[in-house]
């Protein structure tokens, strides 16, 4: 007799549906404080709930809640306690881990990004101050769209972080904003000078 494997469900949406299955939404309500209709917003991808709601479900279904935001390890409560300062490491932009800088999950569920679509990056000149400063850390994710905002690029094998402005007429502006370094504006046909990396998301400073 043969047994088919039954795939976990993948996305937060569907482990919160598969939490109400499990305990039915009434009851899960109940235990959890949460009202049905907020409940089906979440399952449902309407809504996105905090961190104090994820652990307000998982207390209330006795389910591992770090299992609920991230579907890592088990959903059996007792194989992995909570704690709201999970870690992770990141990669920088060649793909090399850094194990000297740690990241918590809950920062990546509030960037909306899992650490496989983020790259880290240490900023190395002043050419984007007073916004980033040397020795600033970024976040940036590989899933952008092509708009204005920080970019990190490569150009002649040069790594950087400038603000992209598309122009009407197709041109990119590559943007300082420190105003001792050259904006750089180019053409259509110049776009291939540069390759796009990642778009910055989040940024860490030293005092």
């Not at 194989?79 to 932009?93: G, R």
């Not at 007429?169 to 110049?190: F, W």
Request: charged letters at 20%.
């Amino acid at each position: 007799m043969s047994s088919t494997a039954i795939a976990m469900p993948s996305t937060l949406e569907q482990r919160i549906r598969y939490v109400q299955d499990k305990v039915g939404t009434l009851e899960l309500s109940k235990l959890s404080g949460i009202s049905t209709s907020q409940l089906n917003r979440y399952s449902a991808g309407h809504s996105k709930p905090t961190v104090k709601r994820i652990e307000q479900i998982a207390t209330a279904a006795q389910i591992n809640a770090h299992w609920l935001l991230t579907g890592e390890g088990s959903a059996n409560h007792d194989q992995l306690p909570f704690v709201s300062s999970t870690l992770c490491f990141i990669d920088d932009v060649k793909g090399h881990p850094h194990d000297d800088m740690a990241f918590s999950t809950t920062l990546l569920y509030a960037l909306k990004a899992s650490n496989d679509d983020l790259v880290r990056f240490d900023v190395p000149d002043d050419a984007m101050s007073p916004t980033l400063h040397p020795e600033d850390t970024v976040l940036a994710t590989k899933k952008f769209s092509k708009s204005n905002g920080l970019f990190l690029l490569e150009a002649n094998g040069v790594v950087m972080i400038r603000r992209l402005a598309y122009e009407i007429d197709g041109s990119i502006e590559l943007i300082t904003d420190n105003s001792a370094y050259k904006n750089v504006e180019l053409h259509p046909d110049q776009h291939q000078q540069i390759n796009l990396i990642a778009k910055v998301i989040w940024r860490s400073g030293k005092l």
